[in-house]
């Protein structure tokens, strides 16, 4: 069992793509994925829950672990897969 897992994302991002790879090379099936570049007050939400403006935006369950770089961090310390386990 996973933990559930919403990207905010665009259609053309670079670092979304990546972020979705490490989490489905990690057992994530099914990333429940929020288009900011088709809603803006998507985006205006993000922006308010996050205080960031770039996109993706990762939360975990209830826990938000920012970005590609800040997922990727996590996994290299060894924090993300007790994360995912919920």
Do not use: W
């Not at 489905?24 to 429940?32: L, P």
């Not at 369950?61 to 310390?77: E, I, Q």
Request: glycine content about 10%.
């Amino acid at each position: 069992m996973t933990a559930n897992v919403t990207m905010y994302s665009t259609a053309v991002c670079p670092y979304c793509v990546r972020a979705e790879r490490l989490l489905e090379s990690k057992g994530v099936k099914g990333i429940n994925k929020i288009r900011v570049d088709l809603d803006p007050a998507q985006r205006q939400e993000m922006m308010q829950k996050t205080g960031r403006r770039t996109v993706p935006q990762i939360y975990i369950g209830d826990t938000h672990v920012g970005g590609f770089d800040d997922l990727h961090a996590l996994d290299m310390r060894g924090g993300l897969d007790p994360l995912l386990k919920g």
